[in-house]
C-alpha cells in the first residue's frame, strides 16, 4: 500500500489560490509577488514538489526581469536567470524518469512528457552553446508556465478533468519481441554465428528495456507519473505502479501466439516426460526472461499472474494503445493446446523463479494453487472452462511438496467425473457374504422368535431377515428402470434383497 504523500499546501484551495495569483493575469506584479511569497513560505517548511521549485524559478527570473526595465540591469544577468530556470525544469523532469538499464535521449523522454521540443533545444543551447537572446527565454518561460499549468496545476486541483494529452503513443513492443525471436533463432540453429550476431542479440535487449522506460512514463498514474511527488524515504521498498503496469504489457505481448507459444500445433505438442515448454522454445526465451528478472525482479511474479488470469478468465483483446477494446471473443479461448502451452510455461517459471523470490520460498508456488483453489473447489468446476488443463497445472506445481500435494490431492478429485459402477457376479457373492453376516443371531434374539411382541425393534428385524434369500441383480430384462436419487417405484432397484 503507497503511504500518503506529503504536500506543502494544507487544503487544495491554497494551490487554488496560488493558481490564480500565478496565471489569472499576467500584468499584475502583486499577484505574482503573493505567488512567490507563499511558495518561498512552503519550501522553508517542507520539500516542494519540482512542479513548484519550477514555478517559483520561472516567476522569480520574471519578476527580476520587470524590475530590471526601470532599473537598467544589464541583459546577462537576466538570460542567465531565464536560462537557469528553464535547465532546472528540464532536467528535474527528465533526470528522475533514467531509471531504466539503459540510458535514452532526453528528447524522447520529454516527447513522452508532451513538452515542447524546442524547450529542449532552448535547454542543450544554454547549457552547452552561446546563450539564447533574451527574447526567446521570455517566450520560453510564457511556454514552461503554459505546460505546467496544463500538466501539474489543473490535474492535482481537478483530477477528474481531462488532461491534455500531446505525447504520442506507446509502440508495441511486438516487432521487437519478433526480432529477438529471428536472432534467437539463428544463433540455435547455427551456434557457429553466435558470436558474430552478438550485437545485434545485446542491441535489441537494451530496445526491450528502453521500450520498459518508455512504457512506464506512459503508464497514467498521474499526478505521478510525470515525477511530481516529493521523495520520501519510506516508498523505497513499495511496488511501483508504473513498472507493474509496464511488465504487464510486455508479458501480454510474450503470452501471445507467435511468442512463448509457438503458432504451429506440432511444436506445441511436442510430448516430454516433464511438464515443461518444448526445448526449443526454452532455448529461444529464456535468455529474454533471465535478462528482464535480473533488472526487473518482480518479473517473475507478473508474468505468472497475466499466464493465470488468461487460463482463468476470458480477457477481452486490449491494443497496446489502451484506447480501443474488443469485446469479441479471443479465438485463443477455445484452443486447449494454447492452454496447455501457457499452463508448461507457468509451471516452468515457479520452477525457475521460485525459490528466488525475496517474500519467502514458494510464494509463487502457493499463489498459483490459491488461484487454482477457487476454480477446482468442489461445487464450481462445473461451469469452469479449462479443468484438464488447469488440473494438470496444480499437479505439476504441488509435485515434490508434501503438504501442498495433499491439498491438490483432494481438488484434482472433485475434477473426476463420478463413474457408474458395473455389477458383477462376484460383487453379489461378497455382498451376500456380508448380508448373512448381519442376518445371523445368537441365542438371545432366538428366545424372541416365538414371542416377537417382547423383542427388540433391532432383534426382530434381525429374526425377520432370516428368510430373506439374498441380493440379486436386476437389469432391463426384469422390467427394471431407473429413477431419480430419491424417488421410489416398486419393484424398481438396481439391487434388491429377496
Request: charged share 20%; hydrophobic share 40%.
Amino acid at each position: 500500500m503507497r503511504l500518503p504523500r506529503r504536500v506543502p499546501w494544507a487544503n487544495i484551495n491554497e494551490l487554488d489560490q496560488l493558481c490564480s495569483w500565478v496565471f489569472m493575469d499576467e500584468s499584475d506584479l502583486e499577484a505574482r509577488r503573493f505567488a512567490i511569497n507563499r511558495l518561498s513560505a512552503w519550501r522553508a517548511v517542507t520539500a516542494l514538489p519540482h512542479a513548484l521549485e519550477s514555478t517559483l524559478s520561472i516567476l522569480t527570473a520574471r519578476l527580476i526581469d520587470t524590475s530590471a526595465m526601470q532599473q537598467n540591469t544589464s541583459s546577462l544577468s537576466l538570460r542567465q536567470n531565464y536560462a537557469a530556470a528553464i535547465i532546472r525544469m528540464v532536467n528535474g523532469l527528465v533526470d528522475p524518469l533514467q531509471a531504466g538499464a539503459y540510458a535514452r535521449s532526453i528528447a524522447s523522454i520529454a516527447g513522452q512528457l508532451g513538452l515542447p521540443s524546442w524547450l529542449v533545444e532552448l535547454r542543450h543551447a544554454a547549457t552547452h552553446e552561446d546563450l539564447p537572446s533574451l527574447e526567446m527565454l521570455r517566450e520560453a518561460s510564457r511556454e514552461a508556465l503554459t505546460w505546467l499549468l496544463h500538466n501539474y496545476f489543473i490535474p492535482t486541483i481537478n483530477p477528474s478533468a481531462p488532461r491534455q494529452s500531446t505525447a504520442p503513443p506507446l509502440r508495441p513492443v511486438a516487432p521487437l519481441l519478433k526480432q529477438y525471436k529471428t536472432l534467437l533463432r539463428i544463433v540455435t540453429r547455427d551456434t557457429s554465428l553466435r558470436k558474430q550476431n552478438q550485437p545485434d542479440i545485446d542491441a535489441i535487449m537494451r530496445d526491450i528495456e528502453r521500450w520498459l522506460a518508455e512504457a512506464k512514463l506512459a503508464a497514467d498514474f498521474a499526478p505521478d507519473a510525470y515525477g511530481w511527488d516529493t521523495i520520501d524515504g519510506n516508498d523505497v521498498e513499495q511496488e511501483d505502479p508504473r513498472e507493474k503496469w509496464a511488465l504487464e504489457r510486455l508479458c501480454d505481448a510474450l503470452i501471445e501466439k507467435g511468442a512463448l507459444v509457438p503458432l504451429s500445433q506440432k511444436r506445441r505438442n511436442i510430448l516430454a516426460d516433464n511438464f515443461v515448454p518444448p526445448h526449443s522454445s526454452l532455448v529461444l526465451w529464456t535468455l529474454l526472461l533471465a535478462h528482464t528478472h535480473t533488472y526487473h525482479p518482480t518479473f517473475p511474479s507478473v508474468l505468472i499472474t497475466r499466464i493465470m488470469e488468461t487460463l482463468l478468465h476470458e480477457r477481452p483483446n486490449i491494443g497496446f494503445d489502451m484506447d480501443v477494446v474488443s469485446l469479441e471473443a479471443d479465438e485463443s479461448q477455445n484452443d486447449p493446446p494454447y492452454h496447455l502451452a501457457l499452463a508448461k510455461w507457468a509451471a516452468w517459471v515457479i520452477k525457475a523463479y521460485d525459490n528466488s523470490q525475496e517474500n519467502g520460498e514458494l510464494n509463487l508456488r502457493k499463489n498459483v494453487i490459491i488461484l487454482l483453489a477457487s476454480t477446482l473447489a468442489p461445487g464450481k468446476t462445473e461451469g469452469a472452462k479449462k479443468i484438464e488443463v488447469l488440473a494438470a497445472l496444480l499437479e505439476a506445481v504441488s509435485s515434490g511438496f508434501i503438504e501442498l500435494q495433499k491439498a491438490s490431492d483432494i481438488l484434482l478429485s472433485a475434477t473426476h467425473p463420478f463413474q457408474s459402477q458395473h455389477w458383477e457376479a462376484g460383487d453379489l457373492t461378497v455382498m451376500n457374504e456380508r448380508l448373512c453376516s448381519l442376518m445371523s443371531f445368537d441365542g438371545e434374539s432366538q428366545k424372541y422368535i416365538n414371542d416377537p411382541d417382547s423383542a427388540p425393534t433391532t432383534t426382530l428385524l434381525s429374526a425377520q431377515g432370516s428368510d430373506i434369500g439374498g441380493w440379486r441383480l436386476l437389469d432391463h430384462h426384469s422390467g427394471w428402470k431407473s429413477c431419480p436419487l430419491g424417488v421410489y417405484y416398486p419393484n424398481h432397484a438396481a439391487l434388491s434383497i429377496v
